[in-house]
């Protein structure tokens, strides 16, 4: 019993040392406590002390890159590419910790967006601190330029996001949680310090920054208290003033509108009142549309007759409101996505290609699954072991890879390069969709059945395609931690089109088709 006693005692101290220490530097308590960085399984174990780089918490560092495989064609070729990843670089659910193989991940997966959140989100109490006489000090970089190096070395492209956590004067002794800054001014020096600072125009750049970062989420999830204490109101200050700083110093970069509507099990009674509050604050403020891009997450969710009718009725919401206060519609980012609770591998990977089909037919332009790679188990706490985002990932946390990093590989091959303007939604009959993409001028189709029964459809394939290449997009063979002829790991049938119409049978397994 003494055990168990003293067991919970340094449990709570270590939560605690947390969720004091960690959060005062801004970015939100993503779903776990931390325990500790391990040495092995690719975690980062140089580290830096928080607060004035004197405090008792170590901020992940990442490491130095010495060897680049930088290559600007190929940033160029991806600059549309809607695949990527939230958080790669954490191991989850541990906060503190560094993946420091996770760009060479993305590289096998052929994703080449990226955005950080957590202690390597651009937080202004991050940066900057404040001297005892109320200036603020010189900011602090060197985190967050080894991990843009470290990215952009992977052809990787970048999404910040900026956090007004407003540094204090005198030691900080607990969260400081985003809101509308007291001093305002002082607010827009930094997102503009920022932004110039990776902008890449040759003026106070970052040393050694190879491509401009030109995408700025203010904010993340500020409709929940618990990530941004402020209302809707608020946080339309806030947008109007990071948008003006963000285009001072680079016009040509893309300020993006963080989530306003709320949804899931966490909504409250009124999901739409951040919103609508944010709205009718920028109308009456006069001034022009302070973004050029709305994010909407979608996590979780469990009905999947639902999925495509759910997120299209919240994009569409948000949009409608918008015209209603007199603001013109504007593309949809989705910067963190993830399946359903609870779902085995095979499902997983199921409903990700499932999301990703919805969400392209959608318009949406990126999409970023939430996390890589889980942390190994041992050293985890309970909580920590059953965290949500822990399992939605597609590497365990010995380092094997699930069904659905292959199915995300598959996709990725199968669809990157598309006309994305060209995707149409086609049908949905009895709970069977069909996705129609066009790539290379030729068609490629994604069919999912949600009906939980085999079910039989036509597709109009046209009178060019004799044949067609149908693939099962979930694993059949054992895929392990690696395979080098993954294709392999997919059942394949080739059927002949008959009369311009393809027949096909379809069960739980979602499939990709391509004609020839």
Same mark, same amino acid.
């Given at each position: 019993?003494?055990?168990?006693?003293?067991?919970?005692?340094?449990?709570?101290?270590?939560? $605690?040392?947390?969720?004091?220490?960690?959060?005062?530097?801004?970015?939100?308590?993503?779903?776990?406590?931390?325990?500790?960085?391990?040495?092995?399984?690719?975690?980062?174990?140089?580290?830096?002390?928080?607060?004035?780089?004197?405090?008792?918490?170590?901020?992940?560092?990442?490491?130095?890159?010495?060897?680049?495989?930088?290559?600007?064609?190929?940033?160029?070729?991806? @600059?549309?590419?809607?695949?990527?990843?939230?958080?790669?670089?954490?191991?989850?659910?541990?906060?503190?910790?560094?993946?420091?193989?996770?760009?060479?991940?993305?590289?096998?997966?052929?994703?080449?967006?990226?955005?950080?959140?957590?202690?390597?989100?651009?937080?202004?109490?991050?940066?900057? @601190?404040?001297?005892?006489?109320?200036?603020?000090?010189?900011?602090?970089? /060197?985190?967050?330029?080894?991990?843009?190096?470290?990215?952009?070395? #992977?052809?990787? #492209?970048?999404?910040?996001?900026?956090?007004?956590? /407003?540094?204090?004067?005198?030691?900080?002794?607990?969260?400081?949680?985003?809101?509308?800054?007291?001093?305002?001014? $002082?607010?827009?020096?930094?997102?503009?310090?920022?932004?110039?600072?990776?902008? $890449?125009?040759?003026?106070?750049?970052?040393?050694?920054?190879?491509?401009?970062?030109?995408?700025?989420?203010?904010?993340?999830?500020?409709?929940?208290?618990?990530?941004?204490?402020?209302?809707?109101?608020?946080?339309?200050?806030?947008?109007?003033?990071?948008?003006?700083?963000?285009?001072?110093?680079?016009? $040509?970069?893309?300020?993006?509108?963080?989530?306003?509507?709320?949804?899931?099990?966490?909504?409250?009674?009124?999901?739409?009142?951040?919103?609508?509050?944010?709205?009718?604050?920028?109308?009456?403020?006069?001034?022009?549309?302070?973004?050029?891009?709305?994010?909407? #997450?979608?996590?979780?969710?469990?009905?999947?007759?639902?999925?495509?009718?759910?997120?299209?009725?919240?994009?569409?919401?948000?949009?409608?409101?918008?015209?209603? #206060?007199?603001?013109?519609?504007?593309?949809?980012?989705?910067?963190?996505?993830?399946?359903?609770?609870?779902?085995?591998?095979?499902?997983?990977?199921?409903?990700?290609?499932?999301?990703?089909?919805?969400?392209?037919?959608?318009? +949406?332009? @990126?999409?970023?699954?939430?996390?890589?790679?889980?942390?190994?188990?041992?050293?985890?706490?309970? /909580?920590?072991?059953?965290?949500?985002?822990?399992? +939605?990932?597609?590497?365990?946390?010995?380092?094997?890879?699930?069904?659905?990093?292959?199915?995300?590989?598959?996709?990725?091959?199968?669809?990157?390069?598309?006309?994305?303007?060209?995707?149409?939604?086609?049908?949905?009959?009895?709970?069977?969709?069909?996705?129609?993409?066009?790539?290379?001028?030729?068609?490629?189709?994604?069919?999912?059945?949600?009906?939980?029964?085999?079910?039989?459809?036509?597709?109009?394939?046209?009178?060019?395609?004799?044949?067609?290449?149908?693939? @099962?997009?979930?694993?059949?063979?054992?895929?392990?931690?690696?395979?080098?002829?993954?294709?392999?790991?997919?059942?394949?049938?080739?059927?002949?089109?008959?009369?311009?119409?393809?027949?096909?049978?379809?069960?739980?397994?979602?499939?990709?088709?391509?004609?020839?």
């Amino acid at each position: 019993m003494c055990r168990i006693n003293k067991t919970l005692i340094v449990l709570s101290l270590i939560i $605690g040392l947390f969720n004091i220490t960690c959060n005062a530097q801004g970015f939100p308590p993503r779903r776990g406590p931390f325990e500790g960085n391990r040495p092995d399984g690719g975690m980062g174990r140089e580290a830096i002390r928080n607060g004035d780089r004197e405090g008792k918490v170590q901020l992940p560092m990442p490491p130095v890159t010495t060897t680049s495989s930088f290559d600007r064609a190929l940033m160029d070729v991806k @600059k549309d590419s809607p695949f990527g990843f939230f958080d790669p670089n954490m191991m989850r659910f541990q906060h503190l910790s560094f993946y420091r193989d996770f760009a060479s991940v993305m590289n096998d997966m052929e994703a080449y967006w990226a955005s950080f959140g957590a202690t390597f989100s651009f937080g202004w109490a991050l940066i900057q @601190k404040k001297n005892p006489d109320g200036s603020y000090k010189e900011s602090y970089w /060197e985190r967050h330029d080894r991990l843009i190096k470290s990215a952009q070395a #992977h052809n990787i #492209h970048i999404i910040g996001i900026i956090v007004a956590s /407003e540094p204090i004067t005198g030691e900080q002794k607990g969260r400081i949680m985003p809101s509308l800054p007291k001093d305002l001014e $002082g607010y827009k020096r930094f997102v503009k310090e920022v932004v110039e600072r990776y902008d $890449g125009d040759g003026k106070e750049d970052m040393p050694g920054l190879e491509y401009p970062v030109k995408y700025w989420l203010i904010e993340d999830e500020p409709m929940w208290r618990m990530y941004f204490n402020g209302t809707g109101s608020d946080y339309a200050v806030v947008l109007d003033a990071a948008y003006e700083a963000v285009k001072s110093a680079d016009p $040509g970069a893309n300020v993006i509108c963080a989530m306003l509507r709320e949804v899931g099990n966490k909504a409250s009674s009124q999901p739409r009142a951040f919103m609508e509050d944010f709205f009718k604050k920028l109308a009456e403020s006069g001034n022009k549309r302070p973004y050029d891009i709305i994010d909407q #997450h979608w996590i979780g969710g469990e009905d999947i007759y639902r999925q495509y009718s759910f997120y299209k009725e919240i994009i569409e919401d948000i949009d409608s409101t918008a015209r209603k #206060h007199g603001f013109t519609s504007v593309p949809f980012f989705a910067l963190e996505i993830a399946g359903p609770h609870n779902a085995t591998e095979e499902i997983q990977a199921a409903d990700l290609l499932r999301r990703y089909a919805i969400l392209l037919s959608f318009g +949406v332009k @990126k999409i970023l699954w939430s996390g890589v790679r889980a942390a190994p188990e041992m050293g985890l706490n309970r /909580e920590q072991m059953d965290n949500y985002f822990g399992r +939605v990932t597609l590497i365990k946390g010995d380092g094997e890879k699930k069904p659905a990093y292959w199915t995300y590989k598959l996709m990725v091959k199968m669809l990157d390069g598309s006309d994305w303007d060209k995707t149409e939604f086609l049908q949905a009959e009895d709970g069977v969709y069909v996705f129609k993409f066009i790539k290379n001028g030729m068609p490629v189709w994604v069919v999912c059945n949600n009906n939980g029964n085999e079910s039989k459809i036509k597709i109009d394939a046209g009178d060019d395609i004799k044949t067609a290449q149908v693939i @099962k997009a979930v694993p059949e063979e054992k895929y392990g931690k690696d395979s080098a002829d993954y294709l392999n790991l997919f059942r394949h049938e080739e059927l002949s089109v008959k009369e311009g119409i393809l027949e096909i049978n379809i069960g739980e397994i979602p499939l990709i088709i391509t004609g020839k």
